[in-house]
């Protein structure tokens, strides 16, 4: 591959997400995206690892004040606070050095690149490059000049060329696959503001002579592969003077940070990270032994199921020794697709197959996407059928039981297209719209309260064979993930989540399961597991041990307080929905003819003859709307993230249980639903386990892109859609979108039925 470890690309281009031009941002210049990759940030703790490596505990940066904003910018990375004092006091052009804990970086000014210091650096590097040791010195070294060489009016490209060979004959470059080692990294010169320079520069440093000097190190990366960081050209290029400091000759700060961060992801990627994934500039993804046998195993049963099916082609399918694997070949079928799914999954989001960009949410974008959402579920709104007896038609006009599975499954689908559009955008920065995601898991968690409850309550299953089916259909994909993807099941945060649920579900409901038929002992259970749960989720000494010894046993990475936390927001909706499960079952009649037209609700068939429908149905709209103004003026109360999950398991049963009581308060709301809505409902748990590698990539962190729209994923501006996502994240959006809805659908059949399978075998 010409750039298999995506360096080049982040050496070579890029675009700003958040350029002021593109209106993204009232804080332009904080998302640099490189062509094809994603950077991750280097503050603090991070930094300081980066540039501790090697025996030398020192990095150098030599040049000009170019350079010089560069070395302060990687300061700032390792310590603001004290950067910034340090850098307020220094003179211009004076060498600097800047220590925080262990790690030193230098400045060395040299604006024309003959310095001894610097021949001294470039024979370490060279020293380095050459050796087999494994402890060789792999200090990070920057440089660059052309300003000063501008200033001479005779020979100021030509000096510079000079300057450069020299530089050029000194170096013996590894392979670019050792890029984050010792390659010394070339700052091309900054073309400046020129219409705010001061008047002494403007007749000297031209246009012309930069243009020269950087073609001349383009002319090298070409012939010497030396890495010149041209990426810091397209930073500027066609940039307002906002993006300059006043007298023209300098970046803004934030610009700096950013190419000091750049810096950062192609010396460190490949050497300081793990799951997540977050950079992926410069990064050899490295396979693990589990990923290979998973693959590999998926290779051999696709052998097996092409042999059978190029036997029974050729007429052998009836033979006594293929009989047993044609009974298996649906089985067989399945396990393909969620091995296909695997395979995809992997070659999305641990190869550089695929481009990966970084999010940056846009009001615009949210919007469109919800429009687009909302739409397609009006248009594909139908009135519900139920099922009659085997063998006969559904019926159209038979009035829907209260919440039903038509309305379930919509209801899960609108939710897991808002789930996407939030993910997709980076909409998890806007509190308003965090804050409704949140009563949305809110939501599926009420429904797993309420669908399990009134399964136990009804049938009074507490077998394994149906605790096996569930957690089975719930985990499978959520299981196999981790081990191809090197990530952890707790990662994949909605399957686990909801299993932890339907646990506490099944254990509340087995434990004195005939209290179950008593309203006052259920509630009396209720209150009695809802408080262990609540002292489980605040006493962390109490959960920790088991996470450890999971850890211990498994080679996992659980994290216990951050599973808790996750566990906590939700903590009381899920006993909400089992609350209301069996009031609904208790106070239903049995099946009786279709009420008329003008009843209310299925619940309330059975009401006193003389009530009033028109009056129940306004008391059932005025306690909605008092519900939805009371989390209103609750919800407001949170004004962070922090205070918002603080109060979000007290009020969030209020929005819910509104919604519930419009959904079904007419015949017309409880009988219609969006068939696409519910069609993405049934799949639900499938695009949210995997949305994380095959939509979004990075393991969430960025967006997955096919590359041949725009390698930054941008691309030409949309029309109206100019201020938000480009035309080729769109066509990315949609055409990557497709796949994973298909995809998404092919494995919830194939889990399906492997779970069917499995559950025949263990329980004949």
Request: proline letters at 5%; a neutral charge.
């Amino acid at each position: 591959a010409k750039d298999p470890f995506k360096c080049n690309g982040a050496l070579s281009g890029g675009q700003w997400l958040d350029s002021p031009q593109s209106e993204r941002s009232q804080k332009p210049f904080q998302r640099w995206q490189p062509d094809g990759c994603m950077t991750r940030t280097y503050p603090g703790k991070r930094a300081i690892d980066c540039l501790r490596d090697g025996t030398s505990n020192e990095n150098a940066f030599i040049g000009d004040s170019t350079v010089r904003e560069i070395f302060w910018a990687t300061a700032r990375l390792l310590n603001t606070k004290t950067a910034m004092q340090e850098a307020s006091k220094a003179e211009k052009h004076e060498d600097r050095t800047f220590t925080e804990g262990s790690t030193t970086i230098n400045f060395f000014w040299d604006p024309f690149l003959n310095s001894s210091t610097l021949t001294q650096y470039l024979g370490q590097s060279r020293a380095a490059s050459q050796s087999t040791e494994l402890n060789a010195d792999k200090g990070l070294l920057v440089l660059g000049a052309g300003l000063w060489f501008a200033k001479d009016e005779d020979r100021s490209v030509d000096r510079f060329k000079d300057a450069m060979d020299s530089i050029t004959s000194h170096l013996a470059l590894p392979d670019l696959e050792s890029m984050g080692t010792h390659r010394p990294l070339i700052v091309p010169v900054q073309p400046p503001y020129y219409e705010n320079m001061p008047s002494t520069h403007k007749s000297t440093i031209t246009s012309s002579k930069i243009d020269a000097m950087n073609a001349y190190l383009e002319e090298l990366a070409t012939m010497h592969d030396v890495d010149v960081l041209n990426a810091f050209l397209d930073m500027v290029k066609d940039m307002p003077a906002s993006a300059y400091e006043p007298k023209g000759l300098h970046v803004l700060p934030q610009v700096a940070d950013r190419q000091a961060e750049l810096i950062l992801n192609l010396k460190c990627n490949n050497e300081h990270q793990t799951y997540t994934y977050s950079g992926t500039c410069c990064y050899d993804y490295q396979a693990h032994w589990i990923a290979y046998g998973i693959l590999g195993a998926g290779a051999a049963l696709f052998a097996l199921y092409a042999w059978v099916e190029l036997q029974v082609w050729a007429g052998a399918g009836g033979s006594d020794a293929l009989a047993p694997v044609q009974k298996r070949l649906p089985l067989l079928r399945a396990m393909l697709v969620v091995w296909a799914a695997l395979c995809y999954c992997y070659m999305a989001d641990r190869t550089h197959l695929f481009d990966k960009v970084l999010k940056l949410y846009n009001a615009q974008d949210f919007y469109v996407f919800v429009t687009g959402f909302i739409l397609v579920g009006a248009f594909s709104v139908q009135r519900s059928s139920v099922p009659q007896k085997p063998g006969q038609e559904k019926a159209a006009n038979t009035d829907q039981p209260f919440l039903s599975r038509d309305q379930t499954d919509e209801w899960k689908g609108w939710m897991q297209l808002a789930i996407l559009a939030y993910h997709y955008t980076g909409g998890s920065k806007v509190l308003w719209i965090y804050k409704i995601i949140r009563l949305l898991v809110a939501s599926y968690l009420f429904m797993t309260g309420y669908g399990h409850a009134a399964y136990f309550y009804q049938k009074k299953d507490f077998s394994l064979k149906r605790v096996a089916a569930v957690n089975i259909r719930l985990n499978l994909l959520s299981c196999l993930l981790p081990w191809t993807m090197n990530t952890d099941y707790l990662f994949y945060y909605f399957a686990p989540l909801v299993t932890y649920w339907y646990a506490v579900v099944y254990l509340t409901m087995f434990v004195k399961k005939d209290w179950n038929q008593n309203m006052t002992l259920f509630l009396v259970k209720i209150a009695v597991a809802a408080a262990s749960t609540t002292l489980l989720h605040q006493q962390h000494w109490l959960f920790e041990p088991i996470i450890q010894g999971i850890n211990a046993v498994f080679g996992s990475k659980w994290d216990a307080k951050e599973w808790l936390f996750r566990a906590s927001l939700d903590q009381f909706i899920g006993y909400i929905g089992m609350i209301v499960a069996v009031i609904y079952i208790r106070v239903s009649k049995p099946p009786s003819p279709p009420p008329p037209p003008q009843s209310s609700m299925s619940t309330t068939s059975h009401t006193q003859p003389g009530s009033s429908p028109h009056l129940r149905n306004g008391l059932y709209f005025a306690a909605s709307f008092a519900s939805l103004a009371a989390y209103t003026y609750a919800s407001s109360m949170g004004n962070t993230k922090a205070s918002s999950n603080a109060l979000h398991p007290y009020v969030s049963p209020l929005p819910i249980m509104a919604f519930i009581h419009l959904r079904n308060c007419t015949r017309s709301m409880r009988n219609n639903y969006s068939t696409a809505y519910a069609w993405i409902g049934k799949i639900s748990l499938e695009t949210f386990v995997l949305q994380y590698h095959i939509w979004l990539a990075a393991d969430t962190t960025g967006l997955l892109s096919l590359g041949i729209f725009g390698r930054g994923g941008m691309g030409m501006p949309m029309g109206f859609l100019g201020a938000g996502m480009g035309l080729a994240r769109w066509a990315d959006c949609i055409l990557l979108g497709v796949v994973f809805i298909w995809l998404s659908s092919k494995v919830a059949t194939a889990t399906g039925l492997i779970t069917s399978t499995v559950m025949k075998a263990l329980f004949v």
